[in-house]
């Protein structure tokens, strides 16, 4: 299996443009994990699916940020508009079964925003 | 709210040492904990999970503990090697104020570890 795949690996916007950032799970998982990294506040979990049902998006910083799981294979997380503060390392997990099942972790998608 | 804390930040020993590293979580209402590994500029590899009910987990020369009671977690690795050089994390997976079905995940931010040659 190719593992979680993320895309693109590197984005770099002007503040105030839409960001969208992807992700394919591996296949056969049912549950889906958006996570933010940064120096200052480690790693956050922003949002979760299973069955690409979102179960909890207490994570979500603001209305800016949003995320989608139109199918079993494929999830946006969007940031409309962007703003500097958003420069992260943006991970996507999936795992198997339940939430609380091993994660495998996709490579990340490292956002500047200027 | 779920706080989890990593003792030390970062931590260097010499090839071959044995050494612990440290998770505490202030809830101890956990459905499980995990152990993470992150290389630089890469993603997370789960290393092991150990479950509420469970003391321990090994894989390998990795050993975690898990007491609940006291909020404590350590991760053990046997005879270091320098490719064990990375930062660890540890996540706790629980339940949220507002009941059953309301999971929560929260992470240490780590422990930067450099094993040297």
């Known amino acids: 299996d190719a593992g979680v795949i993320q895309s693109p690996r590197h984005e770099v916007t002007e503040m105030g443009q839409e960001v969208t950032l992807r992700c394919k799970p591996i296949s056969g998982h049912n549950s889906l994990f958006w996570y933010r990294q940064t120096m200052m506040r480690g790693l956050e979990l922003l949002i979760y699916?299973?069955?690409?049902?979102?179960?909890?998006d207490s994570g979500m910083p603001e209305d800016r940020f949003s995320a989608k799981m139109p199918n079993a294979s494929f999830s946006t997380l969007k940031i409309q508009p962007s703003e500097p503060r958003d420069s992260a390392v943006y991970f996507c997990?999936?795992?198997?079964?339940?939430?609380?099942?091993?994660?495998?972790f996709g490579p990340g998608t490292r956002l500047t925003v200027t | 709210k779920q706080e989890v804390t990593q003792i030390p930040a970062a931590l260097s020993v010499p090839e071959g040492e044995n050494l612990v590293l440290n998770c505490s979580f202030t809830?101890?209402?956990?459905?499980?904990l995990q152990w993470f590994r992150q290389d630089p500029g890469k993603g997370l590899t789960s290393l092991l999970l150990i479950q509420s009910s469970q003391r321990e987990q090994t894989s390998g020369r990795l050993n975690a503990s898990l007491d609940k009671s006291s909020g404590r977690s350590t991760l053990y690795i046997a005879a270091s090697q320098p490719g064990d050089s990375a930062t660890y994390l540890c996540a706790v997976f629980w339940v949220g104020n507002s009941g059953g079905s309301n999971y929560k995940l929260t992470f240490g931010k780590g422990t930067l570890l450099t094993v040297n040659p």
């Open positions: 809830d101890s209402a956990i459905y499980n």
């Open positions: 997990a999936s795992s198997l079964e339940w939430v609380g099942d091993e994660q495998y």
């Open positions: 699916f299973n069955n690409n049902v979102p179960i909890d």
